[in-house]
């Protein structure tokens, strides 16, 4: 038998439908703060950025136009996202990152 081979109980198999199978390592505190923080800027410019664009279509009256108004019809939907899915998904997204 060649050592090149990998023997069988050197390999480690990692199946995703089994907890437990595959070895994560946590990040350190450094890099979970940064990830952290760029999760959260993303949350909050999505918020107030798409709040700014439905408040500015629909308090000034030359934007009223049926252009506009489907700006602010995806702009209302993407704060929705920003505000109940975005602030939730930030730690599942955090967990994927680790490999």
Known sequence: MSSASPSVAAV??????????????????????I???VFIFGAVLAVFGNLLVMISILHFKQLHSPTNFLIASLACADFLVGVTVMPFSTEQMQLDWRI
């Open 12 to 33: 480690q198999l990692c199946y995703e439908h089994l907890n437990g199978s595959c070895v994560k390592t946590p990040y350190s505190p450094g890099p979970r703060l």
């Open 35 to 37: 990830l952290y923080t």
